[in-house]
């Protein structure tokens, strides 16, 4: 097979008429010969840091649509399957990625409880760590959430990260707002990137400090802004991300829409496409081709370096897509799960209070992190309850794994005037998580999710609806197309009953991840991801 196109040479920086051959799935040859093809030929697209449980599909499905866009490999870090699962799931989604052409990557997820202050379904410890990472499926070491962990020296933290070293295995990080003297020992125990820094100050520090740093643009959490003016001096040391991205979003583009933006933005399409496409590659050792002779034929046909429109994606030299078209079929596959609650009475949301004050967990629009605030207690009949006039609501997170009490906390910025919104998709102990305007539409919601085993939903007076996701209560079986309609369908209802968010249901998924300061809600209680500990609800 030969391919002709303006060959891009992203590390001589050069563009030239030439040729790939492909023989056996590999390049046998690039030639410089004239021809009047317009388009042009460039490595893939390469997602450096993504969760793909957040996309709602399981590998496989994912893969038909990641290709369209010009991906051919991800960097994917499976905790949250595995934080429900353990590692039969990463199991489950290693070989369900094999039955496709895209190159999923996988790590073993390093946090399962992400922290002892939440009820998970799994846990992996150092010893588990030791075996996953003997495996050649296994890439890396995936993000280190405890930072706490290793800068008081944990054993348990320090003898997983000691496994990675131990087989030459890169070291991720997640750091949020660490600096100074904590980030340089963070980094010295040997994890090298962050896909969590939120200010360019943060960034260029941990860059400085020899860290590689992925800017990151996903549903939720969106760092393009805020980080990409270090990309023209630092190209050798940034990747792109998406982190989390929503089935809807993920039909509209991907890493793609990433190099349009920073092309756009004036950066020079060379380092642009060396963050995109090479440096993945490079840091985490992957087998995928980079335009060399004697490569996998992993490459990408687009129509111009501005739009990136992707005309073909090719794969060990297959066509996986083209012209909007994706060639990768569904495979089918064992639907897994782990689910152990009963239904929920409306009494077992009350929360018994005379206090004037109350502390609130301030969700802000496309960031993980939240404020800490005080607000006014509304209380009737001696129960905290809704106060839709501050944009003052109740939200609760309830044990997935087994019957407990469930926990109940006050957040404002999700702006509901009417019913209430739920999920089974809560970072990362996944548990179910909702927020509403009373106690009877929270129930409501909490009892629809229990129902279907898992899955988003919105409720009020006249209407439910419901996204079922049966695969471990955080993914779909069905296609991204299926999944993305039904998803948009509910965010737009959302929407309609008052939530300003731009991705209320991704800003929700985030309420519970305590490692992500400042307020957070787990199953056990109210969290200060500050001083990583217990707080009261009530202001005394």
């Known amino acids: 097979m030969i391919v002709q196109g303006n060959i891009v040479d992203i590390l001589n920086k050069r563009i030239f008429k030439g040729e790939v051959e492909v023989k056996n799935g590999k390049i046998f040859e690039v030639r410089e010969v004239d021809h009047n093809q317009e388009n042009f030929i460039l490595p893939g697209f390469i997602d450096a840091h993504i969760h793909i449980e957040s996309s709602m599909l399981v590998p496989s499905e994912f893969a038909k649509i990641a290709v369209k866009h010009g991906t051919v490999a991800t960097v994917s870090d499976p905790h949250e399957i595995a ?40 846990i992996i410890n150092a010893d588990d760590i030791k075996l996953m990472m003997e495996n050649p499926d296994i890439k890396y070491l995936a ?4 930072y706490p962990g290793v800068l008081f020296d944990d054993e348990e933290v320090l003898a997983k990260i000691q496994h990675a070293k131990n087989n030459n295995k890169p070291i991720d990080g997640h750091a949020p707002g660490l600096r100074g003297d904590d980030a340089t020992k963070y980094i010295s125990a040997g994890i090298s990137t962050d896909h969590e820094c939120f200010t360019y100050d943060e960034a260029l520090e941990k860059l400085q400090k020899g860290m590689k740093v992925i800017i990151r643009e996903g549903s939720a959490a969106k760092n393009f802004e805020a980080l990409i003016k270090l990309l023209p001096e630092h190209f050798e040391n940034i990747m792109f991300c998406s ?72 794969i060990n030299g297959e066509l996986v897509a083209k012209d909007g078209a994706s060639f990768v079929k569904s495979v089918p596959f064992e639907v897994l799960n782990n689910f152990d609650t009963d239904k929920k009475k409306i009494e077992d ?32 009949d001696g129960n905290l309850v809704s106060n839709t006039t501050s944009d003052i609501l109740k939200m609760t997170v309830v044990n997935r794994y087994k019957n407990d009490v469930p926990a109940i906390a006050f957040i404002k910025n999700f702006g509901l005037k009417e019913g209430a919104i739920a999920s089974s998709v809560g970072h990362d102990s996944h548990n179910i998580i909702a927020v509403g305007v009373s106690d009877e539409a929270i129930c409501k919601a909490v009892n629809l999710i229990i129902e279907n085993r898992g899955g988003v939903c919105a409720v009020n007076t006249s209407e439910e609806k419901i996204v079922s996701l049966p695969v471990a209560g955080i993914m779909s079986d069905l296609s991204a197309e299926e999944i993305g309609k039904s998803y948009a369908e509910l965010d737009k209802m959302a929407k309609q009953m008052g939530s300003k968010l731009r991705a209320p249901y991704m800003s929700l998924s985030f309420m519970a991840l305590l490692v992500i300061p400042s307020l957070k809600l787990s199953d056990k209680g109210l969290f200060d991801g500050n001083t990583f500990k217990f707080t009261s609800l009530e202001i005394n």
């Open 83 to 122: 934080n429900v699962l353990g590692v039969k799931g990463v199991d489950f989604m290693i070989e369900n990625g094999k039955k496709v052409p895209l190159k999923f990557n996988f790590g073993a997820p390093s946090c399962v409880p992400a922290t002892s202050f939440e009820s998970a379904g799994a």
């Open 243 to 314: 982190d989390d991205k929503h089935p809807d979003d993920l039909l509209l583009g991907h890493i793609n829409q990433l190099c349009e933006r920073a092309v756009a933005k004036g950066v020079d399409v060379f380092k642009v496409l060396q963050a995109a496409c090479v440096n993945p590659v490079k840091h985490y050792n992957l087998d995928v081709g980079l335009l060399n002779k004697e490569d996998d034929a992993d490459f990408i046909l687009v129509d111009s370096l501005k739009n990136f429109n992707v005309l073909e994606t090719y």
């Open 349 to 380: 949301f009350r929360f018994e209070s005379s206090s004037e004050k109350i502390r609130v967990i301030e969700a802000l629009d496309g960031e993980l992190v939240t404020n800490q605030i005080e607000a006014d207690a509304l209380i009737v």
């Open 143 to 146: 993000e280190m959430m405890n």
